[in-house]
Every structure is written in structure tokens, then in C-alpha cells.
């Protein structure tokens, strides 16, 4: 087998096929989802917190050679760690949301026990009782 014909095989099973789909699908939920943050969360939030964007935050570490700072920005990485916890606070509520209305119905009661079974259940307990 050619490594061509191996490579076709491969890339044509369910599986990666599947795994391309959900990586599209994927990438546009979290635009969706970064929408819903930047554009819907964040501004309904800011009044409750006040302008949380720590991105200007930093700290000099040096100078480089033409003279200006060195800067660890830190503040940087803080709000991406703020902004995964609400993107994450987000998607696990849509999902428990989903999980909630595709909950199966309760099973159904169990029918009644037929004439038959009743009768055959009084005599099982008379004899029984002898």
C-alpha cells in the first residue's frame, strides 16, 4: 500500500472527518461566544465593577539598548485569565441550559396489574398463608 493510499484512507475515516467538523464548529462558537462576552457581559458588568481592564498594567524590569523600558506585562495575562473565567462561567451555563431541556421525560408509571395477575396473586397469598 503507497503511503499516498494510506494517507487517503486515513484522512477519509469518520473520525478525523468528524474532528475537522467540530474544530469549524468549534472556532465559530467561540466567536459567537467572545461576542457575547465582549459585547453583551462586559458592558451589562461594568457598572458593577468599574473599567476592569488591567491590561495597561506592568512592571520595568530593564532598559534596552535605544533607552526604553523593558516591561513584563502582566496585566496583559491577568485579563485573559478574567476574561476565560467569564467564557467559561458562559459556556457552562448555555450547556447546563441545553442539558436541562434535553432531559428525557419520567419514564411512565407502570401499567395496572390485569385481572388475571390480581387473581393469581390472591391465591398465591392464600396459599401462603397455609
Given at each position: 500500500m503507497?503511503?499516498?493510499?494510506?494517507?487517503k484512507e486515513f484522512a477519509m475515516k469518520g473520525s478525523v472527518v468528524d474532528l475537522a467538523v467540530g474544530v469549524v464548529i468549534g472556532v465559530a462558537f467561540g466567536k459567537i461566544v467572545a461576542s457575547l462576552v465582549n459585547d453583551v457581559i462586559m458592558p451589562a458588568l461594568s457598572p458593577l465593577l468599574g473599567r476592569m481592564n488591567f491590561t495597561d498594567l506592568a512592571l520595568q524590569i530593564s532598559t534596552n539598548a535605544a533607552g526604553k523600558p523593558v516591561l513584563l506585562k502582566y496585566?496583559?495575562?491577568?485579563?485573559?485569565?478574567?476574561?476565560?473565567?467569564?467564557?467559561?462561567?458562559?459556556?457552562?451555563?448555555?450547556?447546563?441550559?441545553?442539558?436541562?431541556?434535553?432531559?428525557?421525560?419520567?419514564?411512565?408509571?407502570?401499567?395496572?396489574?390485569?385481572?388475571?395477575?390480581?387473581?393469581?396473586?390472591?391465591?398465591?397469598?392464600?396459599?401462603?398463608?397455609?
Open positions: 503507497s503511503f499516498a493510499s494510506e494517507f496585566g496583559s495575562f491577568l485579563q485573559t485569565i478574567f476574561e476565560f473565567i467569564i467564557i467559561a462561567l458562559v459556556i457552562f451555563v448555555l450547556i447546563k441550559g441545553l442539558n436541562k431541556m434535553k432531559k428525557p421525560a419520567p419514564d411512565a408509571p407502570p401499567p395496572a396489574p390485569s385481572a388475571t395477575e390480581i387473581l393469581l396473586t390472591q391465591i398465591r397469598d392464600q396459599l401462603a398463608k397455609r
